[in-house]
């Protein structure tokens, strides 16, 4: 069975599909509904456990571009890729994939500048990662042919093509700059040898996926100040002595040698939640394991007392109530921010996190 628009409506969506982590499909719906409910679509969720993926699915087509403004995958913490959809494909024939996918494409009355093939982050369905790569050219080529892919073309959606098995594809498209800087939201990086621990990758991920390429630029530049709380062996405080910061890294543990071969880190051993810098620093990060309200009045803190402009940090969650501890946390900092003027506070399941998320936090007047 095949769903898509009419052609009267031109390119009309039938909800949302967002990709996670295998394990927060629930979590992910949880947000889904609400953000649908503030779009004021009216619809239903459906999520399967241990899909890795969650869809929302409107009781009438919706304009395309109303919904896509809206549809930014920075939107919910627990999406790794928020698309529109409008088109689902059941019993794809295994010798020729390219006819019905072309076909719905085409009753979509709407071209496409960019395909991207995707599938979710679940054994099963990376099984279908080799079929696309190989898929990808042959598919563009017979979407040219019909007049439905103009590559490259200024102003046209992206083409999104999940399959989450062999036999099914969703046909989903983005405005430009509004899907995940990756396909599948999955980063692509590469880890140095000297950087310590796996958790330098974390951390990159979170500069790129967490601020703008403006603040990226105004705050991570050569020669500004950091603090790396609870930093051993230093993953964290490499990734920003690499990028020229000199870094104050608070553990009562060991750094790895090759974090202090950088000679731009201090290491200061004592405890985390007690230490103060002795001026106000550009940066705070903070890994540590700990309950996540307590690391949430911890950063808190340090930015409504002016220790540091802004801080990245990680809440390790329960394994039950996420999204309940998520929202304790957020009313936290609020709290403690409520004197301080407008803040802006940015959290993702990063693609390297685990059972935590990632947060970002600024007071807007640092943030200018």
């Known amino acids: 069975m095949s769903f898509a628009p009419p052609n009267r409506l031109g390119l009309a969506a039938y909800g949302l599909l967002a990709l ?21 679509l009216i619809g239903f969720v459906r999520a399967r ?27 919910l913490i627990f999406a790794r890729q928020l698309l529109p959809w409008f088109a689902r494909i059941d019993d794809l024939p295994e010798r020729d994939r390219a006819t019905p996918i072309v076909t719905a494409a085409r009753a979509a009355s709407q071209r496409f500048a960019e395909l991207m093939l995707e599938t979710p982050d679940t054994d099963e369905a990376k099984q279908q990662s080799g079929f696309c790569r190989r898929f990808a050219a042959p598919l563009q080529r017979e979407l040219e042919k019909t007049g439905v892919f103009r590559e490259h073309a200024k102003g046209l959606p992206e083409l999104h093509v999940l399959f989450p098995d062999a036999t099914t594809a ?9 899907a995940a800087l990756w396909p599948m939201g999955i980063p692509r990086l590469r880890m140095l040898r000297e950087a310590a621990s796996r958790s330098t990758l974390k951390l990159a991920e ?25 930093a051993a062996p230093g993953g964290w405080t490499w990734q920003l002595a690499h990028r020229g910061l000199r870094v104050t890294a608070i553990d009562n543990g060991p750094m790895a040698p090759s974090v202090m071969a950088t000679e731009m880190v201090e290491h200061v051993r004592a405890d985390g939640f007690t230490w103060r810098p002795p001026r106000p620093v550009e940066w705070m990060v903070c890994d540590m ?7 949430a009045a911890l950063v808190a803190e340090w930015i409504a007392t002016g220790r540091c402009r802004r801080t990245i940090f990680n809440l390790k969650l329960p394994m ?10 957020r009313a936290l900092i609020t709290k403690r921010l409520a004197q301080q003027g407008p803040f802006e506070l940015r959290f993702k399941h990063l693609y390297h996190d685990r059972e935590e998320i990632t947060g970002y936090l600024t007071l807007k007047s640092a943030a200018a």
């Open 20 to 40: 996670c982590r295998s394990g927060f499909e629930k979590e992910t719906a949880a947000e889904l509904d609400e953000f649908a409910a503030e779009l004021g």
């Open 49 to 75: 456990p241990d899909t890795a993926f969650v869809t929302f699915e409107t009781q009438e087509p919706v304009p395309f571009v109303d919904l896509a403004e809206r549809c930014d995958w920075r939107s």
């Open 170 to 178: 969703w046909l989903c498209a983005a405005l430009p700059g509004k």
């Open 206 to 230: 979170a500069i790129f996926t967490l601020l703008t390429e403006e603040e990226r630029n105004a705050s991570l530049r050569p020669g500004l100040r950091a603090v790396d709380l609870g």
């Open 289 to 295: 394991v700990e309950q996540p309200t307590r690391i």
């Open 320 to 329: 039950k109530k996420r999204l309940e501890a998520v929202e304790q946390c």
